[in-house]
Structure formats: structure tokens, C-alpha cells
């Protein structure tokens, strides 16, 4: 599979944003999916995870109640709407397919060595 991310940008802390996560080569509807980032001289970090179905999902601490990660399967596609937008959110931020076919659970450790795209950049001003 391949995932390219996108709907990055540069804007002011306070706003809202949306990711978009595009899979080629290979239906995502069976598998979990999720995103992580990574902001300069830091680790990375989980940020959300959804179930194949979208019926469950899980996020850090950080983004709960601001993020929301959701699917559209008949798209091969994953979102990340991203509101109240932090300098702290400030990172390269990554989606992520789940190897396991219809994985129960999915959270952080599932996803760390699953199928990783390039990532889009976001950038919070204050």
C-alpha cells in the first residue's frame, strides 16, 4: 500500500485544519489506520488510531476532544480534522495502515511498524 498525506499548511494557533490520507496500490477498508507525528528534535508520537470498521478509535492524551480521526472506505481515504490548533501541534505529521487484516484494537503500539506514507507538514504560529 501507499499513503500519501496531505492538507498541511501554515497557519495560526486557534484554527482548524484537515488532514487527508490518499492509499494506492491496496484497499485500506480491512485495516486499521492512524496518525502519528514527529516535530523537530522530538520523537515520534502517536496522535489517533481508528478500526477498520471506524467503529472504535483512540487518541493521545494531547489531541483528545481537539482531533477527530475518521474513514471513508468507499475512498480509500483517512482523516484528521484538527481544531483549537496549538503552537505545540506543530510537527510533520504522518498516516499510517495497520498489517493485521480487521484488527480489533488499534492504537499506537499496533500501528508503529505498520505501512508509513510521506508526511505533511503543519505549522502553528502563536
Known amino acids: 500500500v501507499q499513503l500519501q498525506a496531505s492538507g498541511g499548511g501554515l497557519v495560526q494557533a486557534g484554527v482548524s485544519l484537515r488532514l487527508s490520507c490518499a492509499a494506492s496500490?491496496?484497499?485500506?477498508?480491512?485495516?486499521?489506520m492512524g496518525w502519528f507525528r514527529q516535530a523537530p528534535g522530538k520523537e515520534r508520537e502517536f496522535v489517533a488510531a481508528?478500526?477498520?470498521?471506524?467503529?472504535?478509535?483512540s487518541y493521545a492524551d494531547s489531541v483528545k476532544g481537539r482531533f477527530t480521526i475518521s474513514r471513508d472506505n468507499s475512498r480509500n481515504r483517512v482523516y484528521l480534522q484538527m481544531n483549537s490548533l496549538k503552537p505545540e501541534d506543530t510537527a510533520v505529521y504522518y498516516c499510517?495502515?495497520?498489517?493485521?487484516?480487521?484488527?480489533?484494537?488499534?492504537?499506537?503500539?499496533?500501528?508503529?511498524?505498520?505501512?508509513w506514507g510521506q508526511g505533511t507538514q503543519v505549522t502553528v504560529s502563536s
Open positions: 481508528i478500526t477498520w470498521s471506524g467503529t472504535a478509535t
Open positions: 499510517v495502515a495497520d498489517r493485521q487484516f480487521r484488527r480489533p484494537v488499534v492504537g499506537g503500539s499496533q500501528l508503529t511498524d505498520g505501512f
Open positions: 496500490r491496496r484497499t485500506i477498508s480491512n485495516y486499521g
